[in-house]
């Protein structure tokens, strides 16, 4: 499991590994040790041998300390470092996954070139998806036609946001 170092991320993840350590899996977790200190609070007891974490430790840049290894307050101007971190970290990624030689990687969809570096391998990756289903309904509505048919209506936009996502 490779979610984004956010713990909006993280939490996502953390509930799949449940759910596959319930069915007899070994979950590797691989974060930054900032983010695993934070996933270790999540894990009950009984999933201590089921889920383990790994630790991806970014490159060195500036400003990048390793408690900013996470979006939990991080400052804005630091965002783009941390994502230019995490890509720069490919080659540790890749010698993780040669070592625990795991069947699956599931990666977040933010961390696209995860999938390649897992299939490079000849290890199946897929990808998950932690936004809820109102990001996507709205994303289907703001493409849908007039006519179309929205089949949730329960979720919806007010007038007020249509007008102004029809002014973007």
Request: hydrophobic fraction near 40%.
């Amino acid at each position: 499991m490779f979610p984004f170092l956010a713990y909006g991320h993280i939490s996502p993840f953390l509930n799949v590994d449940k759910k596959l350590a319930d069915r007899g899996f070994l979950i590797y977790l691989y974060s930054t040790p900032t983010n695993l200190k934070y996933a270790s609070k999540k894990i009950p007891g009984k999933y201590a041998d089921s889920i383990q974490l790994v630790e991806l430790h970014l490159p060195e840049l500036p400003d990048l300390h390793p408690h900013y290894h996470t979006t939990n307050d991080l400052p804005l101007h630091l965002h783009n470092t941390l994502q230019k971190a995490l890509k720069m970290s490919k080659p540790k990624f890749s010698k993780i996954l040669q070592n625990l030689k795991p069947d699956l990687v599931i990666y977040d969809i933010l961390q696209q070139w995860a999938e390649r570096v897992a299939n490079e391998q000849n290890i199946l990756a897929v990808k998950l998806l932690t936004s809820g289903t109102t990001v996507f309904s709205y994303f289907t509505i703001s493409l849908s036609k007039p006519g179309d048919v929205f089949l949730f209506p329960q979720i919806y936009l007010r007038k007020s946001e249509q007008v102004k996502m029809n002014e973007t």
